[in-house]
């Protein structure tokens, strides 16, 4: 019995991963190629291979917990913590929740071309 909550915990930690590396892949895709430059990190397709085979693996051996798995969970935080960070620093935002914001150094009443209160 014990057995078999062990292996029920340990598909739920493999479906989390999968998760898990399933969006960090999906925001690896949908950033700019130059942005990983920028950043100083490792370019997109490292990044892409990389958390896709993460996905895969961990999709298809759902209920063990081996060394590709926690390389791939390793990567999959390494990413999440201080890739993503940089390339929306580098990129100015965007990915997950999106939402327009002001520029720096702008003011509340700033549009895109300039300000909106007449001032010039």
């Known amino acids: 019995m014990l057995a078999q909550g062990f292996d029920e915990?340990?598909?739920?930690?493999?479906?989390?991963?999968?998760?898990?590396a399933l969006l960090a892949f999906v925001d690896a895709v949908l950033r700019r190629e130059d942005a990983y430059r920028a950043a100083g990190k490792q370019n997109k397709v490292f990044w892409?291979?990389?958390?896709?085979?993460?996905?895969?693996?961990?999709?298809?051996?759902?209920?063990?917990?081996?060394?590709?798995?926690?390389?791939?969970?390793?990567?999959?935080?390494?990413?999440?913590?201080?890739?993503?960070?940089?390339?929306k620093q580098v990129s100015g935002g965007g990915g997950w929740g999106r939402r327009g914001g002001r520029r720096p150094g702008g003011s509340s009443s700033d549009g895109p071309y300039g300000p909106f209160n007449g001032r010039r």
């Open 9 to 20: 915990l340990l598909g739920w930690a493999s479906f989390g991963l999968f998760i898990a």
């Open 48 to 87: 892409l291979i990389i958390l896709g085979l993460t996905a895969v693996v961990s999709w298809l051996f759902n209920n063990i917990l081996g060394i590709l798995q926690i390389a791939g969970l390793i990567a999959t935080i390494v990413y999440i913590v201080d890739v993503r960070p940089a390339l």
